[in-house]
């Protein structure tokens, strides 16, 4: 989310500007609309995020409640598709019973969460980080552009300005690959 925030900060606020650039604006109408753009548009950011991670947060808490009511419908039920999971993993049919025994006696939604459904606390979906990484990235993204057109000539403000998008853009998409390994 973040570097889609700030990839969508430099795009869209140096699209705008460069139609304003484009329709000979001075320079304090043009600073005008890109600041409209970055609140605009980091406010749709994060809004759009929060919704998008409140409905996820909405999944996962459904699978929550439908495994609670397996658990209490089915203990042994729920016990055999444990245990089948840790074969699958590879255990031995002893073992895997005996590893299920365990978790469910310690923490039987826990273990189902985490080991049938992938869901643990450090995954959980998280609607009001998601939505201030997005707005704050967006904003960090969408200053880049607004900069280069603050502090270029009027003359050169359509070539700094597609030269310091494009250089954020590559900069951020290298980035991008090297967090992601």
Same mark, same amino acid.
């Given at each position: 989310?973040?570097?889609?925030?700030?990839?969508?900060?430099?795009?869209?606020?140096?699209?705008?500007?460069?139609?304003?650039?484009?329709?000979?604006?001075?320079?304090?109408?043009?600073?005008?609309?890109?600041?409209?753009?970055?609140?605009?548009?980091?406010?749709?950011?994060?809004?759009?995020?929060?919704?998008?991670?409140?409905?996820?947060?909405? !999944? #996962? *808490?459904?699978? +929550?409640?439908?495994?609670?009511?397996?658990?209490?419908? /089915?203990?042994? @039920?729920?016990?055999? $598709? &444990?245990?089948?999971?840790?074969?699958?993993?590879?255990?031995?049919?002893?073992?895997?019973?005996?590893? !299920? #025994? *365990?978790?469910? +006696?310690?923490?039987?939604?826990?273990?189902?969460?985490? /080991?049938?459904? @992938?869901?643990?606390? $450090? &995954?959980?979906?998280?609607?009001?980080?998601?939505?201030?990484?997005?707005?704050?990235?967006?904003?960090?993204?969408?200053?880049?552009?607004?900069?280069?057109?603050?502090?270029?000539?009027?003359?050169?403000?359509?070539?700094?300005?597609?030269?310091?998008?494009?250089?954020?853009?590559?900069?951020?998409?290298?980035?991008?690959?090297?967090?992601?390994?």
């Amino acid at each position: 989310a973040t570097v889609m925030g700030a990839n969508d900060g430099i795009l869209s606020t140096g699209a705008l500007l460069l139609g304003v650039v484009g329709a000979g604006e001075a320079r304090a109408m043009v600073l005008t609309a890109g600041l409209a753009g970055l609140v605009a548009g980091a406010g749709s950011m994060g809004i759009g995020e929060y919704v998008s991670v409140s409905s996820q947060r909405d !999944a #996962e *808490e459904a699978d +929550r409640a439908i495994e609670e009511r397996e658990l209490r419908a /089915d203990p042994r @039920g729920e016990h055999a $598709e &444990l245990q089948g999971i840790y074969e699958r993993r590879g255990l031995g049919p002893d073992l895997a019973a005996q590893v !299920a #025994e *365990e978790l469910m +006696r310690r923490d039987a939604l826990g273990a189902h969460l985490r /080991d049938e459904l @992938g869901l643990t606390d $450090e &995954l959980r979906a998280r609607p009001l980080q998601a939505a201030w990484s997005s707005f704050l990235s967006f904003t960090v993204g969408a200053l880049l552009p607004i900069a280069a057109v603050a502090v270029s000539a009027d003359s050169a403000r359509a070539i700094v300005l597609v030269v310091t998008t494009l250089v954020a853009l590559i900069a951020l998409g290298a980035l991008g690959a090297w967090m992601g390994g």
